[in-house]
């Protein structure tokens, strides 16, 4: 099973940027897809982006298109998320997540998760 470590994380004022981490060890399947989920305090965990690990297809929800990029270095196992632009609603701990063969904005549909890092937007 694939563990996952995130980092990156920190605290920006509104219109600011930030790039987060997520370094993959052990068994990295083949088809596996790594999400970013994030969760703001009192909400749910949502889906944020996601890329299949080692091919080019990328995908995210509506509301970070455009400012958030999601990459990939597959010589250091390691997936990005470049978040510009940023928005104090963007305010959550943000989590990676693996699933393989498909995508998927469910949290209960991910097999491995690593601990969160926490990103925080002032106004």
């Known amino acids: 099973q694939v563990q996952l470590v995130e980092s990156g994380g920190g605290s920006v004022q509104a219109g600011g940027s930030l790039r987060l981490s997520c370094a993959a060890s052990?068994?990295?399947?083949?088809?596996?897809?790594i999400h970013w989920f994030r969760q703001a305090p009192g909400k749910q965990r949502e889906g944020v982006a996601a890329i299949a690990f080692g091919r080019r297809s990328t995908y995210y929800i509506d509301s970070v298109k455009g400012r958030f990029t999601i990459s990939q270095d597959i010589a250091k196992n390691t997936v990005y998320l470049q978040m510009n632009s940023l928005k104090p609603e963007d305010t959550a701990m943000y989590y990676c997540a693996a699933r393989r063969y498909t995508v998927s904005w469910e949290e209960n549909g991910m097999n491995s998760w690593g601990k969160g890092t926490l990103v925080t937007v002032s106004s």
């Open positions: 052990g068994y990295i399947a083949s088809n596996i897809h």
